[in-house]
């Protein structure tokens, strides 16, 4: 289960943000998840609540905003949000589309506390 990698990446790259801004506590995560990321976003959240036990992030909560995948059609131009993993264009019905968004799994915000 490489979710597990993952938070644990998140959590040291929440981390050195928490650090560099002199901050004690991550109260909020905010993530956005590709459908093409490859991961699961259950899971994910279960990796997170597991890791989160010890450190900054303890009191944390992650919300996870979950990214449709956005193709342009290279053939007749046309940006869309095809169902599921469907990378083929809903117009023309060409394959030669390439992927804008959807691939990705980006740390998009952090709720940090200072010391009083």
Excluded: W
């Excluded at 093409?36 to 990796?47: F, I, W």
């Excluded at 036990?53 to 919300?63: F, N, P, S, V, Y």
């Amino acid at each position: 289960m490489h979710e597990y990698s993952i938070v644990s990446s998140l959590i040291d790259e929440c981390e050195a943000h928490a650090t560099a801004n002199g901050a004690t506590r991550i109260t909020r995560v905010a993530i956005k998840v590709g459908v093409l990321s490859g991961v699961e976003p259950e899971l994910l959240k279960t990796a997170f609540d597991t890791f989160k036990q010890e450190g900054i992030c303890r009191d944390a909560t992650l919300e996870m905003t979950i990214q449709p995948l956005v193709v342009a059609c290279l053939e007749c131009g046309l940006e869309s949000e095809p169902e599921g993993r469907n990378v083929v264009c809903p117009q023309c019905k060409s394959f030669h589309t390439k992927v804008l968004d959807g691939e990705d799994l980006l740390l998009m915000q952090l709720e940090l506390e200072q010391p009083e």
